[in-house]
């Protein structure tokens, strides 16, 4: 993956504020699902850059692939095969089974980002309902905005 110096600070200024913003210490946890409903976003690219530059930074992190596409685990294993280690642990789950494993490993972890991918699926509605935060990854477009109507209009009743 080519990224333009641009992409890269931002992906750092976004991993800067996953800190606490009074002491710029690691918060102890926190659940970063990173998704829309529609593709072309660049959020896959976005969530793996995010749990590796927490990684880097030194926090546990932990990548969920809710992806159908799987791609955040397809980089993982090839970091793998070229690195040795990727430097963070990467699981793939899909659907209900998000909320239920982001649950019971908060406490293991302190970043946990959910790659949820370019759809609306019971995926990304389950990550929706764990999430501390929302990355939604635009490239600016009057249409890419106005995907955001359904996200913000979801409630924990419709998931």
């Known amino acids: ?6 992409d890269i600070c931002h992906l750092q200024a976004i ?3 996953l800190r606490s913003p009074s002491s710029g210490t690691q918060v102890n946890s926190l659940t970063i699902a990173v ?9 896959n690219d ?3 850059n995010l749990t590796i530059c927490e990684a880097l930074s030194g926090a546990d992190v932990l990548l969920v692939d ?15 095969d070229n690195i040795g280690s990727p430097g963070y642990t990467a699981v793939s789950l ?3 089974e998000i909320r239920t494993q982001a649950r019971q490993l908060r406490s293991k972890y302190q970043r946990i980002f959910i790659d949820v991918g370019g759809r609306d ?6 990550a929706l309902t764990v999430a501390d935060v929302l990355v939604i990854p635009l490239l600016p477009a009057t ?3 106005c995907s955001l109507d359904p996200v913000a209009g979801a409630d924990s009743g419709s998931m």
């Open 143 to 145: 249409f890419d905005v």
């Open 46 to 48: 976005s969530a793996v």
């Open 35 to 43: 998704g829309n409903v529609k593709g072309g976003g660049r959020q």
């Open 66 to 80: 809710g992806d159908e596409q799987g791609t955040a685990r397809a980089f993982t294993q090839l970091r793998a």
């Open 121 to 126: 699926t019971s995926s990304l509605r389950a």
């Open 1 to 6: 993956m080519r990224y333009r110096q641009r």
């Open 94 to 96: 899909r659907g209900a």
């Open 15 to 17: 991993s800067g504020r």
